[in-house]
């Protein structure tokens, strides 16, 4: 080999050489910046964790401050009829639904079976618009105030229980079981093999809430979206339901309606104030026919 070529061949190893140290150069800054924008994300990341895990716990502990006012209930099973009447079906998003059974009756009285939990956030939006519905057909006593999981989304919804409670009424039964404490860890009420039978029989997913209407409506879900009414107190949302034109009250005095005008439908029509009331009439339009 000739002294020009071995030099050329020694050029072209060191330009090698070079361009493969720069490389190696820029791989170690590329390095380099990924950890450090990598522990950047990690530390914003852990922030709003922490962040939220602390606004989850101030908002837990509200709740559980304004659970223990029960105040609220009594504006529940007391809403004014005007209030009903204008609302109509408002905002309900679902109506029962037939099952071809059988009826299911109580001293002649048409039975209403509810099957939920306390830690359900779905639960917690039923009893405002059931609670309100029941109330104008019967009596409750001993119903009170509670709020919904807060490791749920939507987590903490201000509701009622119905676990001390019970109903009296001329025209309709009604059955309830709150299955499960807030935790969802401690067993409250037993379902009982027959009610446990029906709510398989006509929701094998054992959805709660359940609802059956006389054995011959059955509904599962909130019938309203609740969801705007997590982190509220019990007041709040009673303030805000009582005001016809607000999203609430339309979610719950709509749901209330539909649930009324289903229980008309069992009662034939009694008590007439509340059948043939205009709230009523119009909910009636979204039931099964």
């Known amino acids: 080999m000739s002294t020009s070529n071995a030099r050329e061949t020694g050029k072209a190893k060191l330009a090698r050489l ?13 390095v380099a910046i990924t950890a450090a924008v990598v522990v950047v994300v990690l530390v914003v990341v852990g922030g709003f964790y922490l ?19 029960s105040a609220f209930v009594g504006q529940v099973e ?11 079906a408002g905002s309900a998003a679902q109506a029962p639904k037939a099952t071809n059974g059988s009826p299911d009756t109580v001293d002649g009285k048409p039975r209403l079976l509810y099957i939920g939990a306390e830690y359900c ?7 405002w618009a059931l609670t309100s519905a029941l109330s104008r057909f019967g009596t409750f006593k001993g119903v009170a105030s509670a709020v919904s999981t807060a490791n749920d989304n939507p987590a903490n919804i201000p509701t009622m229980t119905y676990l001390n409670a019970s109903y009296t009424s001329k025209y309709v039964a009604f059955k309830s079981y709150e299955t499960a404490d807030r935790t969802g860890q401690k067993q409250l009420q037993k379902v009982s093999a027959a009610d446990s039978a029906l709510q398989s029989k006509y929701d094998s997913q054992g959805s709660i809430p359940f609802l059956l209407y006389g054995g011959l ?41 539909v649930i009324s005008a289903q229980i008309c439908v069992l009662t034939k029509g009694a008590p007439a104030d509340v059948c043939s009331s205009p709230g009523v009439k119009a909910a009636s339009a ?3 026919k």
Not at 78 to 88: D, E, H, L, R
Not at 121 to 127: D, H, I, V
């Open 217 to 257: 409506y059955t509904s599962s879900g909130a019938t309203y979206d609740g969801t705007a009414l997590q982190n509220m107190s019990g007041a709040a949302v009673a303030q805000q339901m009582l005001s016809p034109t607000t999203a609430i009250s339309k979610g719950i005095l709509g749901a209330s309606n």
């Open 78 to 88: 007391n809403v004014p009829a005007a209030a009903f009447n204008t609302v109509g």
């Open 121 to 127: 956030p779905y639960c917690g939006m039923e009893r």
């Open 18 to 30: 070079q361009a493969e140290q720069k490389r190696e150069r820029q791989r170690k800054v590329m």
């Open 286 to 288: 979204k039931l099964a």
């Open 51 to 69: 962040v939220s895990r602390q606004q989850q716990k101030q908002n837990d502990a509200k709740a559980k401050a304004n659970a223990r006012n």
